[in-house]
């Protein structure tokens, strides 16, 4: 007699499947109830984490001037950068997230960060952040419509060679992020450590302590203990006293036309990344006079740009750190904005971070006339009275004025070095003309 009721065949996959999905739900409702119970510390977090951009008056003329808000508006969305919602609401309870996966070598690729290690003393342990960005692998879709965009935009045909190279530089920022992911390394002077769990931008810092006689100047390689890493990473150890240097990248030391979203687009996934003419032998003679000091490159892009600028990096200049923007969007929008908003407070916080790590080092502080590097050295030159010994600001021709806003301008220069030494700060047209300026600081 056959039955009134439907009969299912549960066949092995469809009991796979309503296990992962039954699992998954218990998760979410375990998920939602911690945040529910806990939403008061969380709110508080949430609203310490988020990326605010101070842009200044300054920014906000030169942006609109150049056309930024209205190219910005034309620029694709990104359909594929979010993890999962678990994985997103989960990265809101930070470093005590019981939710958190673990990368897996066929799924997902992990950039670790090249850092910088101090010590407060010579008897005292090494320590240093460890920063990791995780990324499902190449996950990124419509990149050819994407790539087309750009390409137009920037003015290149269809069919260009250059089409490759768009494709190429893009999908870093395509690919999905991972929230609520960690990864273990075999960490030198540390041995085997877990960094993460990533926030909801797809990132992790971790303060490591490691062990070891390592002397001023020494470098060392850590890397991930399964292959997710497209290169290791390197530390250096950096005793407490002498010269460093800190060095903003775009239209300092690359050439990236910030003054222009089309150039932007154009000089960062196009063109071949091209030096500034006398700045790669400039910074030979810094490493030489200044004993082989420790460099920090801060920049205002994106943290998806790492392994391009590292590369760039490695093939013009001094190795050292490379200080990011740790933000993603869901709009190309958002990389622009990145390098011309807000970028005086978040290198200043930066800045604060390598004073804390190094109070006794001298710096000297090389930027450009582009983006709020004279403001932002400034700044701190007069938060911290002695600690910068020499401020070097490169002058960018061919930057559009308006009325009042005047980025060349002297009056501008003197405002943002006011109650600094006259002594310690220079405007220059040529690299040749910091030469005598770097022996008079260590005259001095």
Known sequence: MSSPYPITIFTLPKIK???ELLESNIKLRRLRSYITMNYPTLKAFGLQAQQHIQETQGEHEARKTAGFPEFEATMPFLPTRSGSLSDNLSSYLGKRN??????EANKHTV??????????APNKPWQAEFVAAY???????????IVADIAEKIGIAKGDKAEATIAERIQPLLDTICPAHSVTIDAVGAG??????????GVSNDIIQLRGDFADGHTAISDATISVTPQPMTTTFADATGWAVISDVDDTIKKTMTASPVGILKTTFADDPEPIAGMPELYKYVVQKLDNPPFWYLSASPYNLYTFLRSFRETYYPPGTLLLREASWWNLAGFLASLTQGTQAYKVDNMEKIHKDFPKRKFLCIGDSTQSDPETYGEMARRHPGWIGGIFIRRVQNVTATEGNDQNHSERFEKAFKDVPTNIWHVFDDPSELYDWIDNLLAA
Do not use: E, H, M, Q
């Not at 990324?135 to 419509?145: C, E």
């Open 111 to 120: 950039w670790l960060f090249d850092n910088t290690a101090s010590r407060p």
């Open 192 to 201: 085997i450590k877990r960094l993460g769990p990533s926030s909801r931008d």
């Open 17 to 19: 499947a309503a296990a």
């Open 135 to 145: 990324f499902i692998k190449s996950s990124g879709r419509d990149v050819s419509t």
């Open 98 to 103: 019981p939710f958190y996966r673990n990368v």
